[in-house]
């Protein structure tokens, strides 16, 4: 092969490419890093002054701690129980909302729709992602929550103004076309081979769906679930809104509780002074979600790989 100076130009333009290539990857790496360091170092702070087991296995979340040393309450309580639970409360009741009802509309999308059909519902359904979340909190704390009160004093139930189940249920409907997305692109990623091939050996659409292009497309199926996990674990504007401030250690859907993220925000805020015990622990709940993140991905990842291996 000849060398003419084309080529040489050609070699130093993929090389100039080359290099930002490796930059940007740098970059992100270092941002991570950067990112980890600084909550591990203000929460390494923030446990200095209160136990790491009290912490994590305290069941009160007071932090009202005094600005001044001559104020009442120079000491707040810190366990992050409470904040935790109601996290997770609010995740689940989403989560039981928006998946089977994500789920089902991408397999209607995918499998029975008739492409017309299919070109119309799957625009109008994936606006609902781009509707801003204090809209979302608006319609929480002025539809969905009065509703549920109302509804629950004719059934004999005490609702609270402000609920875990309110919060979840909007959530729920936030998170949906993330869901069906995500879940509609994986499940015609299928080949039709497969489908071919079980309608084939004489069994009908719902079997195929359940017992072929179900599983094939599981890895992606739960790539999206996780997504939309993410997404409902770090809500804020629409737990502030419907849920309320109060941080209840409780699993009754129907009290106001709080959550980690909204909690972070409130810390954050005001006059107390950087390097208070208050201030800190924000760093020290955000740590705390950074690892259940990390572990819920590191979880998905070993299911995804294992149904992969399978079907490849």
Do not use: C
């Amino acid at each position: 092969m000849y060398v003419t100076p084309a080529r040489r130009a050609k070699k130093a333009v993929e090389a100039v490419i080359k290099g930002i290539l490796i930059t940007s990857s740098t970059v992100a790496i270092l941002t991570t890093v950067g990112i980890v360091a600084s909550l591990l170092f203000e929460a390494m702070r923030f446990f200095g002054e209160i136990p790491f087991v009290d912490f994590m296995f305290g069941t009160e979340w007071s932090p009202q701690t005094a600005i001044r040393e001559d104020q009442v309450g120079a000491s707040g309580s810190f366990g992050a129980v409470p904040l935790f639970a109601g996290t997770l409360l609010i995740s689940a009741i989403a989560l039981a909302v928006a998946a089977p009802v994500g789920l089902f509309a991408a397999i209607f999308l995918a499998e029975y729709a008739h492409p017309k059909l299919r070109n119309w519902v799957k625009p109008i359904l994936e606006i609902l992602a781009g509707i801003p979340t204090v809209v979302y909190g608006f319609f929480a704390a002025l539809v969905v929550a009065p509703w549920l009160r109302g509804t629950g004093e004719v059934a004999g139930f005490d609702v609270s103004s402000e609920s875990a189940l309110a919060a979840g249920l909007v959530m729920g409907v936030m998170i949906i076309p993330l869901i069906s997305s995500l879940s509609d692109d994986v499940i015609n990623a299928v080949p039709q081979s497969m489908r071919d091939g079980s309608f084939g050996l004489g069994a009908t659409k719902s079997e195929t769906i359940r017992q072929v292009i179900i599983p094939a497309a599981l890895p992606g199926i739960m790539g999206g679930m996780l997504l939309a996990a993410s997404r409902a674990i770090g809500e804020t504007m629409i737990v502030v809104m419907a849920a309320g401030l109060a941080a209840n250690l409780t699993a009754n859907p129907l009290q106001a509780v709080t959550t980690v993220t909204v909690q972070i925000v409130t810390l954050l805020t005001g006059d107390q002074e950087f390097d208070s015990a208050k201030t800190l622990a924000a760093f020290a709940l955000g740590l705390m979600l950074f690892v259940t993140t990390l572990v819920l991905n590191v979880v998905a990842l070993h299911i995804v790989n294992k149904y992969r291996e399978q079907y490849d």
